[in-house]
């Protein structure tokens, strides 16, 4: 009888959860959407393995963790650079690759990027909670109660491995489909410059505070995370640091009294109280979510109209990805679902 796989946990790294594409619908309960913080990167590793989109991964910042495959598997690693090694062989990210029973997964070292994200074919099989397997450190939702990787986890793998030459067709199609503006996989890891359209409460800044808003250069925070990132520069004070509590997304750049923004990413609180000079949209939300400690970040003032364009232009990438790999015309299969996190859901 074949043993059921599993990805075994010899370390866990610095800070490696089980990640999807998040649980909207929830926010009226105090429930952030979460999620991959960098959704694009493990659409990108789910599609090269042949998974759909929603399928759980692993998300690993920064330090990597040490992987025993306990049956042989397809997987993929795409996103941040941390130099990933199969049997202390590197490997090449944003592909396909077969892993052998016994074989060992590490990761050398960051080279480029903040988070990597491993996907296995059919996905990592843990127990959903509210429709999602996305783990919600703050919530206490997901795998082992909400709570990063512990080594000793055996994570349970939905299926087995696929045929090499799948593996190149995905490879091949998926560097033929990347968004505009990448030429190769992973360009845009070290974008420091992100575009962002008027936040709902500019009006809240004088234009001098606007002005030095889009003119500065920021520095990313230590203490930065799923949540959002601290930035320290310039102060941009508002004439007033508090407004009546409303709903957030990610993207958005909160102000609070010291001045310094914050960018929430996938992981944000849903409702907040400081004003929004600012909106990053989905199209380069994928960068900010690269950014590590230290690194620099300016903004790009842009419309709302140019914002939305360039979300559609990434929207449609990502709808394409699907399409391909279920050799699908895509306008007539799928549509999109807006909000914080894309998705692709069948018409019926």
Request: proline fraction near 7%; hydrophobic fraction near 40%; glycine fraction near 14%.
């Amino acid at each position: 009888m074949m043993s059921h796989p599993f990805l075994e946990v010899i370390a866990p790294g610095l800070l490696t959860t089980v990640q999807d594409l998040g649980r909207p619908g929830y926010a009226r309960y105090g429930v952030s959407p979460g999620g991959a913080v960098d959704d694009f990167a493990l659409r990108a590793a789910n599609f090269l393995v042949d998974n759909p989109p929603e399928a759980a991964g692993l998300e690993i910042t920064l330090i990597g963790p040490t992987l025993r495959f306990t049956s042989s598997c397809s997987f993929a690693v795409c996103g941040a650079d941390l130099g990933a090694a199969l049997d202390d062989h590197p490997i090449e990210t944003w592909r396909g690759h077969l892993a052998r029973a016994g074989q060992v997964l590490t990761f050398t070292g960051q080279r480029r990027g903040c988070r990597a994200y491993l996907s296995v074919h059919g996905g990592l099989a843990v127990p959903p909670v509210l429709g999602s397997r996305s783990t919600d450190l703050r919530a206490g939702l997901g795998w082992g109660g909400g709570r990063p990787l512990r080594s000793g986890d055996r994570l349970p793998v939905g299926g087995g491995p696929i045929g090499v030459a799948r593996l190149d067709l995905l490879a091949g199609d998926f560097e033929r489909l990347l968004p505009s503006g990448d030429v190769v996989p992973g360009d845009y890891l070290e974008r420091t410059v992100v575009s962002a359209a008027p936040g709902p409460q500019e009006d809240h800044f004088d234009r001098s505070a606007v002005k030095l808003f889009y003119s500065a250069e920021f520095t990313v925070g230590g203490d930065s995370d799923r949540m959002g990132l601290r930035l320290h520069g310039p102060a941009v004070i508002p004439r007033s640091a508090d407004i009546v509590s409303d709903g957030l997304v990610a993207g958005a750049v909160q102000i609070p009294e010291s001045g310094q923004p914050l960018c929430l990413l996938a992981g944000h609180q849903t409702t907040g109280g400081y004003p929004k000079i600012a909106v990053v949209g989905l199209a380069h939300l994928r960068g900010l979510a690269q950014l590590e400690p230290l690194s620099k970040v300016s903004f790009n003032r842009v419309g709302q109209e140019e914002l939305e364009e360039e979300d559609a232009a990434y929207i449609n990438a990502v709808r394409g990805l699907e399409a391909r790999r279920l050799g699908q015309p895509a306008a007539r299969l799928y549509r999109m679902r807006s909000g914080p996190v894309c998705r692709v859901s069948r018409v019926k």
